[in-house]
Structures are given as structure tokens and as C-alpha cells.
């Protein structure tokens, strides 16, 4: 392994990254996600308070060359620094992007130079959503306390589309069909309503009507407004995300927001509202889907974690994890 150097990148020199080489990073890296991408990355820099800029940190092969870079944002308090994930709390996982963003090497380089931060420049480093079993998070753990992070699930549970029901087990193919029989009753009195957005018109419609239904679904959490959302997707555009809803009449009662990339499909925590609980909104949605993903040439519906919990528990949709680990490769010169 050559050795590496890391370099940070502030402001708008982190920005010019952002919007010019980090598409090439972003191709050459056939595992990230599309919240690895400059345009999903550049949309959260500009949310970013007056009191904070983006920070990358890059690693450098000794010809010059960036192996791998990481996205954070260094915020300016009152007291101390406070390093935190460019895009976080709303990107499911923090991670290098870049032809060698598996490396261990590079992992390593930069958790030493976060933690060299932490302890020479009296800045607090707070990561949240790092995989525990990523080369990322394994350096992190190396380091020791000195950095704060928090770990996520080794891997997003994926749903392989199309769903073959007939392939699940009897107890689950009952569930489903007992939740088919109460929507096949409302929609005796009821108008039910399912779209999912292919256009910008269409989508800063939606984006309104799912950021309102996440805070009434966990009023407590703090998130962006539905401004800051519908500013983030306008960059990232109506060709990445979209969004899926499904009504009761005239009332959005589910909503997922997803991005895509190639055949794949990533989805942000699903929205619903509480007072429809006991018509299981979210299962219902999802089966429209992933039907409809099916319908479009998509493979894989990857979910995050919240959704995975509460939905897609004891193989309720064939459930997998088809994301295998990239093999370490060693850093061009």
C-alpha cells in the first residue's frame, strides 16, 4: 500500500469539489448511493446555517491523485468546532466516496486525522449513521473514544423486485391478504389514490405533503422544513427522486421519499399518519411500490433503517441484503 496523505477542503474550496470532481469520484464508485452524490451533497451545503461551511476531507496517492474523499461540515459554535456529516441526520449512512473508499488504509487515514482534529484543535467530532462494520467504522472504533459516532446496521435491508407472494411462507401470505381485504373494504365507500411523482411540478407538490406527515409522525424530531426539502430536491431533480403517496380521498395518509440510482431505489424514513394506524398505511404503500418499481425496470428497493424495522420484519416482502462488500483494493499511485 502507498501511502496517503489527507487534505481538507473548506468552503469554497470543498463546494468547487462538490459541483466538479466529485461527479468522477461518484462514477468510479460503483457501490455509493445517491447519498453520496454531488447533487444530494451540494443541496445540504447550501442549507448549511451561516455559522457552518462544508469540510471535505480527501485522500491523496503521492502523485496527487484523490483516492477517496468524505463529506462533512465544520461548524463554527460559540465555544468550541463541532464536525459533523455534510448531509446528516438525513442521509441513512456516512460514507467515503471514491475508486478506494473501501480501503482500509483510507479509513484509517481519516479517522487519524479526525482524531488529530478532536485533540488539536479542541473541535468536537460527532458522526452519526457510520455502518459498524464498514472499513469506516472499524477505523473509528480503532481510534478510540475521542470521537463521537453512531453506528447503524452492517446493511440496508433490500427488497428484490418483483415480489413473488406466492413464494413467501403461508403465515405471511395471510398477513398480506388479510391487509388486502381491509383496503378491499374502504375502497367500497373510500376513494383510494396511488401516484408516485415523474416531474419537478409534480414533485415540490409532493415534498410539501411528506415533510408535513414526517412531523406529525414523530413530532418530535428535528428535521428540515419543508422549504429546505423542496430546495434540496429541486437540485437533486425529479430524475433521482421522487416520491410516492397514497390517499384516502383527499387525505395523504402514507409517503415515501425515494432516490434512485440505475436500477435501485432508496428510500428516506416513510412517513404516516398516526390517526391511520390501524389500516397498516405504510404495508399498503409499499406493496404499490414496489409493484410499481417492478413496472419500471428497478431491481432493488433498498430501505432504511426505520422502515426495515417496523415493516419488513420475518420475510413480509422476500426480503435480502444483496449488498456485498466491495474487496480491498490498494490505492493507485
Known amino acids: ?26 462514477a468510479d464508485d460503483r457501490w455509493q448511493t445517491p447519498f453520496q452524490s454531488a447533487n444530494w451533497l451540494t443541496a445540504w451545503a447550501r442549507q448549511l446555517p451561516r ?3 462544508p469540510l471535505v476531507l480527501a485522500a491523496v496517492s503521492p502523485t496527487g491523485r484523490i483516492v477517496a474523499a468524505l463529506p462533512l461540515a465544520r461548524h ?24 478506494h ?33 464498514s472499513p469506516l467504522g472499524r477505523a473509528l472504533h480503532l481510534v478510540g473514544a475521542d470521537i463521537s459516532w ?7 435491508t433490500a427488497i428484490l423486485v418483483p415480489v413473488r407472494y406466492d413464494s ?46 414526517r412531523r406529525r409522525h414523530d413530532p418530535l424530531q428535528h428535521d428540515a422544513g419543508a422549504g429546505d426539502w423542496r430546495a434540496v430536491l429541486e437540485e437533486v431533480g425529479a430524475a433521482v427522486a ?14 415515501q421519499l425515494c432516490l434512485t440510482r440505475g436500477p435501485h431505489c432508496y428510500t428516506l424514513p416513510l412517513a404516516t399518519d398516526p390517526a391511520r394506524r390501524h389500516l397498516a398505511p405504510g404495508h ?29 420484519g420475518r420475510g413480509q416482502y422476500g426480503a435480502a441484503h444483496p449488498e456485498a462488500r466491495t474487496p480491498a483494493r490498494s490505492a493507485a499511485a
Open 242 to 255: 421522487c416520491i410516492a403517496t397514497l390517499h384516502v380521498d383527499s387525505t395523504v395518509i402514507a409517503a
Open 101 to 133: 473508499a473501501n480501503d482500509q488504509a483510507v479509513a484509517r487515514a481519516f479517522a487519524f486525522h479526525l482524531l488529530l482534529a478532536a485533540e488539536q484543535e479542541d473541535t468536537d467530532v460527532a458522526l452519526k449513521a457510520v455502518d459498524a462494520d
Open 284 to 312: 399498503a404503500l409499499l406493496r404499490h411500490l414496489v409493484d410499481d418499481l417492478a413496472a419500471d425496470g428497478f431491481h432493488t428497493l433498498h430501505l432504511d433503517p426505520t422502515t426495515s424495522r417496523q415493516y419488513v
Open 168 to 213: 413467501l411462507t403461508p403465515s405471511v401470505q395471510r398477513e398480506h391478504a388479510r391487509r388486502r381485504r381491509t383496503w378491499t373494504r374502504l375502497a367500497a365507500s373510500h376513494t383510494i389514490t396511488y401516484t408516485r411523482t415523474r416531474h419537478s411540478q409534480d414533485l415540490a407538490a409532493a415534498t410539501t405533503a411528506w415533510a408535513d406527515l
Open 51 to 53: 455559522t457552518a461551511t
Open 76 to 99: 463554527e459554535d460559540r465555544t468550541r468546532l463541532r464536525i459533523s456529516a455534510l448531509s446528516g441526520p438525513h442521509a441513512p449512512c456516512l460514507r467515503p466516496i471514491g475508486p
Open 1 to 26: 500500500m502507498t501511502l496517503l496523505s489527507v487534505r481538507e477542503f473548506r468552503g469554497p474550496e470543498a463546494m468547487d469539489l462538490l459541483t466538479g470532481k466529485w461527479r468522477d469520484l461518484y
Open 150 to 156: 453512531t453506528r447503524t446496521a452492517p446493511a440496508r
